[in-house]
Structure formats: C-alpha cells, structure tokens
C-alpha cells in the first residue's frame, strides 16, 4: 500500500490557494495541494501547543520508539519515497538513495536523544538540591527549502519531536511532498500523536505569520542568505531563538602537491552534484598556479562528458534546475562572468531546465559566478601561487560554511584550514559531506553557527531550567 495517498495529501484543508506539484524535468503535473496562509499557521500553532503538553510528558522510551519507527519507514518506502524526490525535486537517483539514508539516521539519531541526561546537579550555598533539566522549547517552526528537501526537513523535525516539541514545518511549494508531506505520512504511520506535526506548504505569508506566533519560540530555517537574514530579523523582534542555515560559496583548496588523478572526479563532485544547488556546493575552485591549466583543461574535459537529462527515465549525472527562475540567475551571473572577462572552459549552455556543467577559468573578484553563491552547476577557477594567497583568497568571501584541502601532508592541510573561517573543513575531499551524527553550519553570511547534529540539537531544541528543592521553607531577615 502507498505511504503517500495522493488522494488524501492533507487530511484538513488549508485556506491558501491551490498548487500544482510539477515534474521540473518535464514540465508534467504531478498532483495539486492547497497551500497555508497565515491563518493556517495560527489554527496549526494552537493545536500544536495543545498536544505538545502531553507529549513532552511522554515517557522518553515512547517517544524514542516512534523516532525508531519512523527511521524505519524510511528504509521500507524507499522505493516510494525515491520516486518523489527523483520526479518532484529533479534529483539522480544516488542523491535520492543519499537523502533516504540520512533521513532514517536522522530519526534513529533522534531517538537516541530522548534518553540523553537531562541536566547535572549543581553546587549550592544554601542547604537544597539544585539542580539544571533540560525542558523542550514547546512548538518548533521549521522553515525547509527545495535543494535536499527531505533532508533539510528531516534534520530539524526528527530531534525536535524526539525531545518533546511539536513541530510546525513550512517547506517550499516547490518540493512540498518530498520536503513535507512525506515526513507526515511517515510519522502518522510510525504512530506519532495528532496535531504534533503540522505540515504547512506556503509563501512569505506563511513563513511570517509561523515567526511571529508567540506560541513558536524556535525557529529553525535553512535557505538563502537573504531570507535568512530577514528571518533573523522578525525573531529577534519576536524575542526568540532563530537557528539559521544559510548560503554559501565554498572554496576547495589544491596545493602543488595534490594529485591531479584522484583530484579532478572529487572537484568535479563538489560542483556538478544535484546541479550545484547545495549550500556546501564547491563555488570556488583555488588552484596552485603549477597545476591550474591541467586542472582547468581536465575538469572541463570532466564536465563535457557529463550526462545532463532526465532523471526519472534516463541514467545521467545531472538532472534539471528546478525551475525557470533558478535556471535564469544561474544563467545570468554566467554571462555576466563571460563578460567581464572570464573565459568559458566548458558548458554555459541549457536546454529547457537542463543546465551543462559548467567550468570558468581566468576569474578574479571581477567575476560574478566567482564572489555570488550561484547555486547552479557552475565551477569558476583561479589560480595561487602561495599558501598565504591560497588562504587569503578562501577567506575572502562574505560566506563561511565549507572548506576543501587537497594536499599529500593531510598535517598541511590543516594547518591551512585554521587561518581560513568555515563551519566545516574537510581534508582531501571536497565541500559537499553530510552526516546525521555531525553538528553542521556556517560561520559569517553562512549563518548563526551549528546547530544540527548530536549537542547541537539537545541545545537548539530545549530550553535550561534551574530548579532547587529544600526540605523547610527558606528563612529570610524580613
């Protein structure tokens, strides 16, 4: 039996306006949803605060078992599960199988939480028990984007139920079933309580009115810098927390000694996959001058061979930009590039929403798809000729979320990777790495730091309590 039912997406009927659910490959409507608006939000904020009371009252055993459950179905829809991301989100197959497997580590990580200790007992002056419990937030907003869009969703709703939230999910219209609706069916059938997940595809409006409802006190958002950065603004009007995860324009590092072999499959990873548009994409290729026109001839000669197509019924590397307004900024901050001055190695073409690979070279701070997160399959490359420039250059960007270093003295690469600021760094490998079991997030325009994974989470997603306890009322001088 199908975990999602197309006929029965959404049990209640939301107020927003109806929403054809398309297949970017082929342009071909997959079903119709209606979307929230603000009232929604509010009628889901209220129900979810009602129900949130006994759930965090759940013992954590029970609660670990719907997360375990839910990890499960996972695994057992996958099948299901695959197609959606494949057909609605515009991913290769791999990608899909790859969000999957983080989706279900993501609920058994999760689950592992609810037993986690709750506080320490702390030192008194006075004779009492004192002592710090970690308590949940209450009702958690998720704001999830369209690029990983079960991942993204997953990543924040899996712990903030498992600690005892309920949780209110706006994910883009775009990917609303793989992002949203198929978390629903997941946790509804793993035997999750009513009204403790509430699912609410919608625009701006919907995304404001979840910010700014005082029984939300936790924000978790993943997108654009921009977005972000008006989020972070209303919460902090708001006077709540806001967990941002944001844009980046990674640099992946190649020292002189790198070896181009091993080098070009793993640069040509870091910039092609999911079409470029992934936060960790690597948007900025820094390659020792002693290297660069090999490098540069070799990852174009990569990029050309590339399969770009549908991902539903062909076996390609590269399936299409999910929509035509994606598809024109990627294709703009490429010509504007060519323009001014940088040469076209490779790619730079598209056919509907199906975007060639694409490698810059001669770029410099003049070049737009260079110093702008282009969140597109695009690979500018500029060449040093010092570790101290190589540095310098990396550094030189608004952004702060991923590093990559190749280099045969990994001790080197990490010595580099302290003068340069990022959130995550990875030695010999390129930007884009995902792991439900790591903390991940950015630095600078790349966000408010990590606040995913193992501690991360039990902080994002509680509240600290001082509690104290004495035997006989405490006395005072009046």
Same mark, same amino acid.
């Given at each position: 039996?199908?975990?999602?039912?197309?006929?029965?997406?959404?049990?209640?009927?939301?107020?927003?306006?109806?929403?054809?659910?398309?297949?970017?490959?082929?342009?071909? #409507? &997959? @079903?119709?949803?209606? +979307?929230?608006? =603000?009232?929604?939000?509010?009628?889901?904020? %209220?129900?979810? $605060?009602? !129900?949130?009371?006994?759930?965090?009252?759940?013992?954590?055993?029970?609660?670990?078992?719907?997360?375990?459950?839910?990890?499960?179905?996972?695994?057992?829809?996958?099948?299901?599960?695959?197609?959606?991301?494949?057909?609605?989100?515009?991913?290769?197959?791999?990608?899909?199988?790859?969000?999957?497997?983080?989706?279900?580590?993501?609920?058994?990580?999760?689950?592992?939480?609810?037993?986690?200790?709750?506080?320490?007992?702390?030192?008194?002056?006075?004779?009492?028990?004192?002592?710090?419990?970690?308590?949940?937030?209450?009702?958690?907003?998720?704001?999830?984007?369209?690029?990983?869009?079960?991942?993204?969703?997953?990543?924040?709703?899996?712990?903030?139920? #498992? &600690? @005892?939230?309920?949780? +209110?999910?706006? =994910?883009?219209?775009?990917?609303?079933?793989? %992002?949203?609706? $198929?978390? !629903?069916?997941?946790?509804?059938?793993?035997?999750?309580?009513?009204?403790?997940?509430?699912?609410?595809?919608?625009?701006?409006?919907?995304?404001?009115?979840?910010?700014?409802?005082?029984?939300?006190?936790?924000?978790?958002?993943?997108?654009?810098?921009?977005?972000?950065?008006?989020?972070?603004?209303?919460?902090?009007?708001?006077?709540?927390?806001?967990?941002?995860?944001?844009?980046?324009?990674?640099?992946?590092?190649?020292?002189?000694?790198?070896?181009?072999?091993?080098?070009?499959?793993?640069?040509?990873?870091?910039?092609?996959?999911?079409?470029?548009?992934?936060?960790?994409?690597?948007?900025?290729?820094?390659?020792?001058?002693?290297?660069?026109?090999?490098?540069?001839?070799?990852?174009?000669?990569?990029?050309?061979?590339?399969?770009?197509?549908?991902?539903?019924?062909?076996?390609?590397?590269?399936?299409?930009?999910?929509?035509?307004?994606?598809?024109?900024?990627?294709?703009?901050?490429?010509?504007?590039?060519?323009?001014?001055?940088?040469?076209?190695?490779?790619?730079?073409?598209?056919?509907?929403?199906?975007?060639?690979?694409?490698?810059?070279?001669?770029?410099?701070?003049?070049?737009?798809?260079?110093?702008?997160?282009?969140?597109?399959?695009?690979?500018?490359?500029?060449?040093?000729?010092?570790?101290?420039?190589?540095?310098?250059?990396?550094?030189?960007?608004?952004?702060?979320?991923?590093?990559?270093?190749?280099?045969?003295?990994?001790?080197?690469?990490?010595?580099?990777?302290?003068?340069?600021?990022?959130?995550?760094?990875?030695?010999?490998?390129?930007?884009?790495?995902?792991?439900?079991?790591?903390?991940?997030?950015?630095?600078?325009?790349?966000?408010?730091?990590?606040?995913?994974?193992?501690?991360?989470?039990?902080?994002?997603?509680?509240?600290?309590?001082?509690?104290?306890?004495?035997?006989?009322?405490?006395?005072?001088?009046?």
């Amino acid at each position: 039996m199908p975990l999602l039912d197309t006929k029965s997406w959404q049990p209640r009927s939301l107020a927003g306006p109806g929403y054809t659910v398309t297949e970017p490959a082929t342009g071909q #409507a &997959l @079903g119709t949803l209606a +979307l929230a608006g =603000p009232e929604d939000v509010e009628t889901a904020a %209220g129900r979810a $605060a009602t !129900a949130q009371s006994a759930w965090a009252r759940t013992p954590h055993f029970a609660r670990a078992a719907v997360l375990r459950k839910a990890g499960d179905l996972f695994t057992e829809h996958a099948a299901e599960l695959r197609e959606w991301l494949v057909r609605e989100s515009g991913s290769v197959p791999g990608k899909a199988d790859f969000e999957l497997h983080v989706a279900a580590q993501e609920c058994y990580e999760a689950a592992a939480l609810a037993s986690r200790p709750a506080g320490q007992v702390l030192p008194s002056e006075a004779p009492r028990l004192s002592y710090t419990r970690r308590v949940p937030a209450g009702v958690v907003g998720v704001i999830s984007p369209f690029n990983a869009p079960l991942i993204l969703s997953i990543r924040s709703v899996a712990p903030a139920l #498992a &600690l @005892g939230n309920a949780v +209110l999910l706006k =994910p883009d219209p775009r990917t609303a079933v793989c %992002g949203g609706l $198929a978390l !629903a069916a997941v946790f509804a059938a793993a035997g999750l309580p009513e009204d403790l997940l509430h699912v609410l595809p919608g625009g701006p409006d919907a995304g404001q009115a979840l910010v700014a409802d005082p029984r939300v006190p936790v924000i978790s958002f993943t997108g654009s810098t921009a977005a972000g950065r008006a989020v972070g603004e209303a919460a902090g009007r708001h006077l709540k927390r806001a967990h941002l995860e944001l844009g980046g324009n990674s640099a992946m590092i190649v020292l002189e000694d790198a070896d181009l072999d091993a080098v070009i499959s793993t640069a040509a990873w870091g910039s092609f996959f999911h079409q470029g548009q992934i936060c960790m994409t690597t948007g900025r290729h820094l390659v020792h001058a002693s290297l660069y026109d090999e490098y540069v001839e070799r990852l174009a000669a990569k990029a050309d061979s590339l399969a770009v197509g549908d991902p539903h019924r062909d076996q390609v590397h590269l399936g299409p930009i999910i929509d035509s307004g994606q598809l024109g900024k990627i294709s703009g901050l490429v010509e504007a590039s060519t323009a001014a001055g940088a040469k076209l190695a490779a790619g730079g073409t598209y056919d509907r929403l199906f975007y060639r690979p694409t490698v810059l070279a001669h770029v410099d701070d003049r070049t737009p798809a260079y110093t702008e997160e282009v969140f597109g399959p695009v690979a500018p490359v500029r060449s040093f000729t010092t570790p101290d420039e190589a540095a310098a250059l990396a550094a030189q960007s608004p952004y702060g979320l991923s590093l990559g270093i190749v280099t045969r003295d990994p001790a080197r690469g990490l010595d580099l990777a302290e003068r340069i600021p990022t959130g995550i760094v990875h030695i010999n490998d390129q930007t884009v790495n995902d792991e439900a079991v790591a903390p991940f997030g950015g630095v600078a325009a790349s966000g408010t730091g990590a606040r995913f994974g193992g501690e991360a989470n039990l902080e994002a997603f509680t509240e600290l309590r001082w509690t104290t306890v004495r035997g006989d009322v405490a006395p005072y001088p009046f």
